[in-house]
């Protein structure tokens, strides 16, 4: 006998609801407001918009389907089955935030505050979800397979991000480390730099993207679906024992650029997850490409 199939839906704290929880009350929470010439209504109507919306689209959820909920900050203790359907209501970046943790489940985006987000992965509306779910049951939903990028380090300590990953020093110290491509003839450099990006074509319409306009645009930015990365080291420091002619490229799908860590301490995180991150010390090598699984988005 076959389970029914689970709905996740997946949400994150308001920023109301983050308010009132360091001050105490709403009444507090707007006099911290005022004081510093912001209206607490705003702030408040946004969490009234999201809250209907997520209660939209858990009352479209058919009734002989199982549900759960999880919030973003538990998304690292929450365990995914095969068989579950994951609908985001939120912003684009949380779709991103869940994609690591997935194994080919498909993923619905859901707007809640339309016209305050891009729309990128939050592609569609509440009142859409029980035409969507039922689709990804009957076979008639169409997927896009978005490309995602791997870390792995030596010691077996992966990292997934749908955006881009970033490898560096914790806090704005300098990084220290060898870098190089593993299929370019042996040829590495040691660098000090402020770390090194590593983007998907999803990942083109944030943090990557802005690295690649301040460089000239010369490199082509990836399609989301695409199987290829850009990568961009950030303010490389020439000396007389670091160099600067490694500093952006591509990675196709069987490409891997190579850092080896000459420093104390340095992290890799994706997507802007700081606090789920891969940590790396004195001689530790990692590897970044191409990963093999990909995100399924609902379009």
Request: overall charge negative; some cysteine; hydrophobic content about 40%.
């Amino acid at each position: 006998m076959s389970l029914a199939p689970r709905v996740v839906l997946v949400h994150r704290t308001t920023e109301y609801e983050e308010l009132v929880a360091r001050h105490g009350t709403h009444g507090q929470a707007a006099f911290f407001l005022s004081s510093r010439g912001r209206d607490i209504r705003e702030i408040a109507e946004r969490h009234q918009r999201a809250g209907r919306a997520l209660a939209e689209v858990a009352s479209a959820v058919p009734m002989t389907w199982r549900q759960a909920r999880v919030e973003r900050t538990d998304l690292d203790r929450f365990l995914f089955a095969p068989e579950d359907v994951v609908v985001v209501v939120g912003q684009d970046g949380l779709v991103a935030n869940v994609a690591k943790y997935l194994a080919g489940q498909p993923v619905l985006g859901i707007d809640a505050d339309p016209g305050r987000n891009p729309g990128v992965l939050v592609r569609h509306r509440p009142e859409d979800t029980g035409s969507l779910l039922a689709a990804t049951q009957s076979g008639g939903g169409r997927c896009d397979e978005l490309t995602m990028v791997e870390a792995v380090a030596d010691d077996t300590q992966r990292l997934v991000a749908l955006n881009e990953i970033y490898l560096g020093a914790v806090g704005h110290q300098t990084a220290r480390y060898r870098l190089g491509l593993e299929d370019d003839g042996g040829v590495v450099e040691a660098q000090a730099s402020s770390g090194v990006l590593i983007g998907t074509g999803t990942g083109a319409t944030g943090w990557i993207r802005s690295v690649w306009q301040e460089r000239g645009g010369r490199l082509r930015l990836p399609a989301p679906t695409e199987a290829r990365l850009l990568w961009y080291v950030r303010e490389a420091w020439p000396s007389p024992a670091t160099g600067t002619s490694l500093v952006a490229g591509e990675l196709a799908a069987a490409t891997r650029l190579q850092l080896t860590v000459e420093s104390e301490r340095l992290v890799a995180f994706g997507d802007g997850m700081e606090t789920d991150a891969v940590q790396l010390t004195w001689g530790q090598t990692v590897r970044v490409g191409v990963c093999r699984e990909r995100l399924r988005l609902v379009d």
